[in-house]
C-alpha cells in the first residue's frame, strides 16, 4: 500500500549529483545535491505536500484518486492525531483487505456491491490457532460490522478533504450490518464473571506485584492496560480528602468521554505504596523487573545451601552492569500469561483452580459493584457513558433473577 512520506530525507543521486526524493511512487528532483537552492526547492515541495496530502485534479471531486491513495492520507491523518493506538491498529487491519482487494480502484467508482465484497473477506478470513495448529476464523460478526463502519469512515474523511464525491459515501451507507446468526459468521460467547473464590485461590502462586495488579483490578474494575501501563507520575497524591487519583495516559474511550481519573481508596493504597518507592515519575508502578526481584528474594529465603563468594561476586557484577532484558512494563500477553502460569503451577500442586482471564475481571467488578451499591454505582465507577454498556459487563441482573427464583412460591399450591 503506497504511503504518504512527507518527513523523509532527501537522496543523492549518483550518476547526476542531484538532490531528489519520492512522492506518490515518483521522483522529484530539488537541485544540486548540498547547495542551498536544492535546500530552499526541497522545503517547499514538502510544504506543498502538507498542504494537499494527496492531489486531485482539477477535473471533479475524486478523480484520479484510488482507494489506495485515500487510506494511505486517512491513516497518515489519524497517526498524527490523539487517537487511541488500538484503534489505530484496528484501522490499519481493516486497510490491508479494503487496499488488498480495490487498492487499485478510484474511489468514485466504488459501490454498496464492493463493500460487500470486502465485508465478505473478512468473514471468510482465518488464522492458525496457536494450541491445535489448525485454521480457524479470524473475525467474528461484531468485529466484522465494526470494521465496515470503519471503512464508512474513512470515505466519509474522503468527501470532507473533496477526495470522494458525497453519492459514493452515501451509497455505501445502506449497507447494514450483519444481524445474528447469519450464514458463515459466528459470535463469542458472553463473557463470565470470575469468582472470587478462583481469584483467591490463584494469589498465593502469583508473584506480589501480579498479585497487588490483580486486586486492584477488581476492586476498581479498571482495564487491563490501564492497570499495567501505570506510572509513578499518573498517580496524584497531594490531594487532601484521603485518596489518590490515577489518570491512565490514555485508554480506548478517550474520544468520547475524555481523561478521567480514578479514585484509589485505602485498600489500593496499601498494595500500591511499596512500589512507588525510589521510582521516577515516568517509570512503571508494576513491573515485571520488579517480580523477577522478588522471585530471586524468594529463592534466596528457601536456599538450603550457603551463598558461595564466586556467586555473590557475580550477583554484584550484574547489579552494575544492569544488563537486565526484562521490559520495563507488562503488556497484554505477558499480564495474561503470568496469570495462566500461576493457573497451571496452581494445579499441579493439588489445588484445582478453573482457567480465567484478567480481562474477565472488569465483568466481575461490574457485577460485584451493582449488586452491592446499584446500576448507577457501578456505570460511575466503570466510566461508562450509557446504562446500557455497564449491562454488557455486569451479570447482576441474573443474579438478581436467581435470588427470585429461589425465594419464589407458588400462591396457587392451596
Known sequence: MPRLKVDQVPKKCRDR???????????????????????????????????????????????????????????????????????ISHFRQVIGYLVETYGDLAVNEFSPKKLKVVRDQLVKAVKPCQKTGKTKRRFCRKMVNDYIGRIKRIFAWGVEEELVHADVYNAIRIVKNLPKRTPGTFDHPEREDVPEWVIALTLPFLAPVVAAMVVIQYLTG?????????????????????????????????????????????????????????????????????????????????????LTPSQQERDAKRAEKNTSKVREFYDRSSYRNTIRYAIIKGNRHGVKIPHWSPYLLRNSAATAIELEHGLDEAQAQLGHTTADMTKRYSAAQLKQREKLAHSRVNPFEK
Open 17 to 87: 549529483n542531484q538532490c531528489y526524493s519520492w512522492h506518490n511512487g515518483k521522483r522529484t528532483y530539488h537541485g544540486v545535491w548540498g547547495t542551498p537552492e536544492a535546500d530552499e526547492n526541497y522545503r517547499r515541495f514538502k510544504i506543498a505536500i502538507l498542504e494537499n496530502p494527496i492531489p486531485a485534479l482539477p477535473m471533479s471531486v475524486g478523480d484520479g484518486v484510488f482507494v489506495s491513495e485515500l487510506a494511505a492520507g486517512y491513516l497518515d491523518t489519524i497517526e498524527n492525531s490523539p487517537m487511541h493506538p488500538s484503534h
Open 222 to 306: 479498571m482495564r487491563p492496560s490501564e492497570v499495567f501501563n501505570m506510572r509513578v507520575g499518573d498517580i496524584d497524591r497531594s490531594r487532601k480528602n484521603g485518596l489518590w487519583y490515577y489518570t491512565p495516559e490514555s485508554h480506548k474511550t478517550e474520544e468520547q468521554i475524555g481523561k478521567k481519573p480514578i479514585p484509589l481508596g485505602k485498600p489500593e493504597q496499601k498494595l500500591i505504596a511499596p512500589y512507588l518507592e525510589d521510582k521516577k515519575p515516568e517509570a512503571a508502578v508494576f513491573s515485571p523487573r520488579t517480580a523477577m526481584r522478588e522471585r530471586a528474594a524468594k529463592a534466596r529465603e528457601n536456599r538450603k545451601s550457603k
